[in-house]
């Protein structure tokens, strides 16, 4: 590993490169915050990809490409005269203190479940911090993601279930007032007499109700600890896998899918199973 002014160096050498690039490169000078975002995005998903997966090298080059944007970002707010990467590692380095008043003050916290409970309460009194318990959580967070951090922050002020198995309750809860208000949608999608405003607000209902069960269901991951977002994604893997070990049985045989039998594509996919469990 690298001593501390290697890092340094290092990190100074980004900077060189960033100025060198915004001044000589066609396409880093026309970049613009709002051009850069989408990229940013991109990135960040690459990042939480390689991370899952656990590949090292990956995940290094993937935390390059996401401090280049950092970078990148500084370099288009000094150029405006707003701020710089300085601006922004005394930033952080200035929230982190404040943060930790058991780290740097006289606040005793001996768990990682102590200090959570008052990060809430340290947020709310920080200058131009959060008003309300749930205005830190992104409106624009993937809804999956959001659900869990609303639940997560509520947590953090007490507003939780005392027993985390009594959430199955509500998630079974949830599931009944989906199947009736999809009973109701389905009937009057199928009722030539009703209007297409009651069948609009039949499957608005249904459409809630829906939300209201994946809601309780992300509870329920998140009083087990387990992460939701990257469970589903465990079950996208899952499910590509099989469906592409399907395909290619397929193709083995000179078969089209639309050609396939149920039951033939059922086979292969248990028969996909059984051979990932064997590697």
């Known amino acids: ?104 003050g006289d606040v005793v916290a001996n768990t990682a479940g102590e200090v959570v409970q008052t990060w809430e309460q340290i947020k709310t009194k920080e200058k131009g911090g959060n008003k309300t318990v749930l205005s830190g959580v992104p409106d624009a967070l993937p809804s999956l993601i959001k659900a869990y951090r609303i639940q997560d922050k509520a947590r953090n002020v007490g507003f939780d279930w005392k027993e985390r198995r009594d959430v199955w309750k509500k998630v079974k809860e949830e599931i009944s007032e989906f199947e009736q208000a999809q009973a109701l949608d389905d009937a009057l999608h199928a009722d030539e007499t009703a209007s297409q405003a009651e069948k609009a607000a039949a499957k608005q209902h249904a459409t809630e109700e829906f939300g209201d069960v994946m809601f309780s269901l992300i509870n329920a991951a998140r009083l087990y600890k387990i992460n939701p977002d990257n469970a589903l994604e465990y079950t996208n893997q899952k499910f590509i896998y099989r469906f592409n070990y399907v395909e290619a049985k397929a193709k083995e045989k000179g078969l089209a899918l639309k050609d396939l039998s149920l039951e033939q594509m059922d086979a292969w996919w248990e028969e996909a199973k059984k051979v990932k469990s064997e590697e």
């Open 1 to 104: 590993m690298h001593t501390r002014q290697e890092k340094m160096e290092a990190f100074g050498r980004l900077l060189d490169v960033m100025d060198d690039l915004r001044e000589k490169c066609p396409w880093d000078r026309k970049q613009t915050n709002e051009s850069l975002r989408p990229n940013t995005i991109e990135e960040t998903y690459e990042l939480c990809d390689a991370l899952l997966k656990n590949d090292e090298l990956n995940i290094c080059k993937e935390l390059g490409d996401v401090l280049l944007h950092i970078v990148f970002y500084s370099k288009i707010g000094e150029e405006k005269g707003a701020f710089d990467v300085a601006d922004v590692c005394h930033k952080l380095c200035d929230k982190l203190i404040f943060r930790h008043p058991h780290v740097y």
